[in-house]
T-cell receptor, first 115, second 116 residues
Framework: AQSVTQLDSQVPVFEEAPVELRCNYSSSVSVYLFWYVQYPNQGLQLLLKYLSGSTLVKGINGFEAEFNKSQTSFHLRKPSVHISDTAEYFCAVSLYDTGRRALTFGSGTRLQVQP | DTGVSQNPRHKITKRGQNVTFRCDPISEHNRLYWYRQTLGQGPEFLTYFQNEAQLEKSRLLSDRFSAERPKGSFSTLEIQRTEQGDSAMYLC??????????????FGPGTRLTVL
């Protein structure tokens, strides 16, 4: 079975500072990787995804992530955060070509941007 | 493209009552998913449909839960004899089928269920 681990439940950071949110996964088959953001009382919005090709993926709102197969990681980064980036961030995987379509999510990281 | 919509947004019920939630996917999307999210956790998969066929169900989907997508458009999720442990946010997502697991799932705002 696959699993996703987000090592940090909360990450406080000052405005305009860089941030990295960590995600590691475990799976016996190849996976696709996703990062979603959830603002309070809202659904999830896709930030970026890795399907194949370049391991550095750029997403919306200035976020990027790098897929590292040997370390089974997909860390999310932003060089300079804004107050508006305060939200919950979820890493997720789906299995490659198994017929299963479910996303498996990590437990989330709450990014708190302080002025 | 008006996005995925869910109704109601909030539902408060007493233990033992039945509740039904509705999800309207993005119009051209043929796959529809239900997830449950409890406080402080990531969403957990419940079930998914391709058109009107229910193709996958999680072991979390007990026999008190039933989901339908009768015409391959909107879907309903019913919980019978609700329990306090059913209190959660119920999220619906939809996608356009691609090969393998490449689909991007687009999520609705969720229905928050509180069981008293």
């Amino acid at each position: 079975a696959q699993s996703v681990t987000q090592l940090d439940s909360q990450v406080p950071v000052f405005e305009e500072a860089p941030v990295e949110l960590r995600c590691n996964y475990s799976s016996s088959v190849s996976v696709y990787l996703f990062w979603y953001v959830q603002y309070p009382n809202q659904g999830l919005q896709l930030l970026l995804k890795y399907l194949s090709g370049s391991t550095l993926v750029k997403g919306i709102n200035g976020f990027e992530a790098e897929f590292n197969k040997s370390q089974t990681s997909f860390h999310l980064r932003k060089p300079s955060v804004h107050i508006s980036d305060t939200a919950e961030y979820f890493c997720a995987v789906s299995l490659y070509d198994t017929g299963r379509r479910a996303l498996t999510f990590g437990s989330g990281t709450r990014l708190q941007v302080q002025p | 493209d008006t996005g995925v919509s869910q109704n109601p947004r909030h539902k408060i019920t007493k233990r033992g009552q039945n509740v039904t939630f509705r999800c309207d996917p993005i119009s051209e999307h043929n796959r529809l998913y239900w997830y449950r999210q409890t406080l402080g956790q990531g969403p957990e998969f419940l079930t998914y449909f391709q058109n009107e066929a229910q193709l996958e169900k999680s072991r979390l989907l007990s026999d008190r839960f039933s989901a339908e997508r009768p015409k391959g458009s909107f879907s309903t999720l019913e919980i019978q004899r609700t329990e306090q442990g059913d209190s959660a946010m119920y999220l619906c997502a939809s996608s356009l089928a691609h090969g393998g697991g490449r689909d991007t799932q687009y999520f609705g705002p969720g229905t928050r269920l509180t069981v008293l």
